[in-house]
């Protein structure tokens, strides 16, 4: 229990894929026109991200290491095209919304990120809730942002009028550059944070970078469960 929870809370506060990793920048930046497509992309890749999880882990032991990736990128596509056909039968207008970006989350570095440092290495269980966490904290980003692009640039927040009759909605940020002014207070807004943060003594590394280290070349057996021999060649701890 306190292992799932762990991941739920690592995925949503710790390392937000967006918030805090800066990963996913491209749906992130492409459809938070609205709160609601914001909601619906965070969640469609939630289900894809926990189902990957778990099925890649189920799996770990039985897929060649040399071809990992290649596996790892099968199992994900065919979790999404199971979601897009559900997507266009019973939720066409999110569908219609989310367009060419339901199909490219096969790509998002995310997912294939989580299947690569988590789940090819650990149980089901944790593998599934790290990829629920990850999932809700990609939601939860993404649904902050086009909430805040919808409020401004259209004066509705989910659809429904909250602004008053005499405000002029700014469609600026509705369109494209309205992603970037988001995007671009959210760095500000970390920065001031992390500077902050490292006056005070405390370790703000991971904010904006992930981990702050050379991943090809870390030792840190506690973040990738990897070891090296000689000539620096990583195999896989378990």
């Known amino acids: ?22 990963l996913g920048m491209c749906p992130t930046l492409a459809v938070t026109t609205s709160a609601i497509n914001g909601l619906g992309m965070g969640l469609t890749t939630m289900v ?3 189902l990957s999880n778990a099925f890649i882990s189920l799996l770990r032991n039985i897929i060649p290491d040399k071809v990992r990736i290649p596996a790892f990128i099968v199992i994900i596509a065919s979790f999404v095209t199971m ?25 998002n570095c995310i997912i294939l990120g989580r299947a690569e440092a988590y789940a090819s290495k650990n149980p089901v269980i944790s593998s599934l809730f790290d990829g629920i966490g990850m999932g809700l904290g990609f939601s939860f980003a993404l649904t902050c942002i086009g909430a805040v692009r919808e409020l401004i640039g259209a004066g509705t927040l989910f659809g429904f009028t909250v ?35 490292e006056k005070k003594g405390k370790d703000m ?32 701890n378990g």
């Open 1 to 22: 229990m306190n292992d799932v929870k762990e991941r739920l809370v690592n995925g949503l506060i710790k390392e937000n894929p967006t918030f805090v990793l800066m």
């Open 83 to 107: 979601v897009e056909l559900l997507l266009e039968g019973f939720i066409p207008s999110l569908y219609d919304a989310l367009g060419i970006y339901i199909p490219l989350i096969v790509v």
């Open 205 to 236: 590394s991971k904010i904006q970078s992930g981990c702050g280290s050379d991943c090809m070349n870390c030792k840190d057996t506690a973040c990738n469960k990897r070891i090296y021999d000689e000539k620096g060649e990583g195999k896989a």
């Open 163 to 197: 602004m008053p009759d005499s405000y002029v909605p700014a469609t600026i940020f509705i369109m494209a550059p309205g992603a970037f002014f988001v995007l671009a207070v959210l760095t500000a807004i970390q920065n001031k944070i992390k500077i902050a943060g």
């Open 48 to 50: 894809v991200l926990a």
